[in-house]
Nanobody, 119 residues
């Protein structure tokens, strides 16, 4: 299984970024997608997830600002991030869960993509 993430960068507070993730080597539609983020020295945080049935979940910290989606025909998932805040700065990881639900936990990891939000 391979995951390729893209879309990170530097943006001013209040701006937007869209992260994308493309997978290969598995039946993409059968698995939940989980976006996590990590700041050095802090606990890893689940940002958003979308199950195989397309039910989505967002962390309270990003609810109303981030939107997760998936396109099974393209084996891809996206994380649209709006109204970004400096606290959103982190390395973001696209992962594929070990099952249809985010509750299965992440199994396959893409490389991290850095998001930096300047104040």
């Amino acid at each position: 299984v391979q995951l390729q993430a893209s879309g990170g960068g530097v943006v001013q507070a209040g701006g937007s970024l869209k992260l994308s993730c493309t997978a290969s080597g598995l039946t993409f539609s059968s698995y939940a997608i989980i976006w996590l983020r990590q700041v050095p020295g802090k606990q890893r945080e689940l940002v958003a997830s979308i199950n195989s049935d397309t039910s989505a979940h967002c962390a309270d910290s990003v609810k109303g600002r981030f939107t997760i989606s998936r396109d099974n025909a393209k084996n891809s998932a996206s994380l649209q991030m709006d109204s970004l805040k400096p606290d959103d700065s982190a390395s973001y990881f696209c992962t594929i869960a070990d099952g249809r639900s985010r509750l299965s936990g992440p199994r396959h990891w893409g490389h991290g993509t850095q998001v930096t939000v300047s104040s």
